[in-house]
């Protein structure tokens, strides 16, 4: 677990596995490979776990993106950082970005 811990606190892994241009099957599929790599022995379960914590994450990353706040309430369990959300919406593939339904 300190591995997954670890992989989940790294900058590059959450802006790699976070990128909106990624579907949220890629997502999964790139967050399955790289939990595997970490520990090898993690089942099904983990991994299903591990991608329902994120989800709202990945929600909030998107919304941002695209200009469409979810609240002042709201907050992801995974920090990301603001900065990410704005380079990203303003770099040119993000522009006029549409998500995939939840």
């Known amino acids: 677990m300190v591995s997954i811990a670890w992989m989940l606190s790294q900058p590059a892994f959450l802006q790699a596995l976070l990128n909106p241009r990624r579907t949220y099957a890629q997502a999964r599929s790139f967050l399955d490979t790289h939990v595997l790599r970490a520990v090898p022995a993690a089942d099904a379960a983990l991994r299903d776990a591990l991608w329902l914590l994120l989800r709202p994450t990945f929600l909030w990353v998107r919304q941002e993106v695209q200009g469409e706040r979810l609240g002042d309430e709201f907050r992801?369990?995974?920090?990301?950082?603001?900065?990410?959300?704005?380079?990203?919406?303003?770099?040119?593939?993000?522009?006029?970005?549409?998500?995939?339904?939840?």
């Open 76 to 102: 992801p369990l995974i920090h990301v950082n603001w900065w990410n959300c704005q380079r990203w919406s303003k770099s040119e593939p993000f522009r006029g970005l549409k998500s995939e339904p939840l």
